[in-house]
């Protein structure tokens, strides 16, 4: 309840719609009852607080080596955005499969493996509306960084989808702009190269302080909610993990699961808040086990934090 309240107090219209008028089990009930992300689709119907119901389909679609794409479709409006564009083509071919017209481009951050498709998007769909965080800053007066953007945004503006309501976080750290857009109602944020499935993204531009707050803040999150990691990265991730964590029952279940789930060539993105809260090392930096292994009983969490990091770019 603490942390449905952390999270409440940062995003208003959650706590009206949510926390406040429909009691905690429907909502649970609700979450638990939208289909497993297996054939890569989701649909999530969330009752809001008018009683309407508003459905939002996200489709997940592989690119390039280890990359994914999320589509995210407004059946009430046909609204269709994608979050980051990798590569343009399978990317147009769910859209035509689906016969959904590209209305938005919402971009994480300035890494042309997720924002080198805008532009020709934009050819296919002149209309279509390219949002990016303001923190990505190109140095040259008038150039932009992140190809085509039309809308700038920061920590709680709020972007929609038609009558999706996404919340826009700031979580710099592996660029200095990188944002999540966070959809209280379908449960679900899109965390970029942020937080992976048991890792998180490389601290490139920020700093290790800096990447920490941006993983406390998706990890204060309702435990719940599903995250959309922009990387196939988990088993490698998992490696690093049992190398600090290896006591840890939980993470060797995971292991178990999602070497399965590679096997057949099925993603382990989306994984949840809470899964990444008992498994992924990055949001374990209290964890007694893991400062006693590493030596650092008396340290604060951040510098835990950045040894991990540190230790995994040399893994
Ligand atoms: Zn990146």
Request: charged residues 25%.
């Amino acid at each position: 309840m603490l942390l449905l309240r952390a999270v409440a107090s940062s995003f208003p219209s959650f706590q009206n719609t949510h926390a406040r008028r429909i009691p905690l089990k429907k909502r649970l009930a609700t979450l638990s009852s939208s289909s497993s992300s297996s054939k890569m689709e989701t649909t999530t119907k969330t009752i809001e607080s008018d009683g309407t119901q508003t459905p939002l389909k996200i489709v997940q679609l592989p690119a390039l080596s280890d990359n994914y794409v999320f589509l995210l479709h407004c059946a009430n409006t046909k609204s269709t955005a994608v979050i980051d564009t990798p590569e343009v083509g399978p990317i147009l071919r769910e859209l035509k499969k689906r016969n959904w017209q590209l209305t938005h481009i919402l971009n994480t951050h300035w890494h042309s493996d997720h924002t080198g498709g805008n532009l020709e998007l934009k050819k296919e769909f002149p209309e279509v509306q390219i949002i990016g965080p303001r923190g990505e800053k190109a140095k040259t007066p008038g150039a932009e960084k992140i190809p085509g953007v039309d809308r700038k945004v920061e920590q709680d503006d709020v972007v929609f989808v038609g009558d999706v309501k996404l919340h826009v976080m700031d979580v710099p750290g592996h660029t200095l702009g990188h944002c999540a857009y966070y959809s209280p109602s379908a449960n679900s944020a899109f965390v970029g190269d942020c937080v992976f499935a048991m890792g998180c993204g490389r601290v490139f531009e920020g700093t290790h302080p800096q990447m920490f707050a941006s993983i406390t803040k998706i990890m204060s999150l309702p435990e719940t909610t599903k995250l959309y990691c922009a990387h196939e990265y988990t088993l490698a991730n998992i490696k690093f993990a049992k190398s600090v964590d290896g006591q840890n029952e939980a993470l060797l279940e995971r292991e178990r699961k999602c070497k399965a789930l590679r096997e057949k060539n099925e993603p382990t993105v989306p994984t949840t808040v809470g899964e990444e809260k008992k498994t992924n090392p990055f949001c374990r930096s209290g964890d007694e086990k893991i400062r006693k292994f590493l030596g650092m009983e008396e340290k604060r969490d951040v510098e835990v934090f950045a040894q991990l990091r540190t230790m995994k770019d040399n893994f």
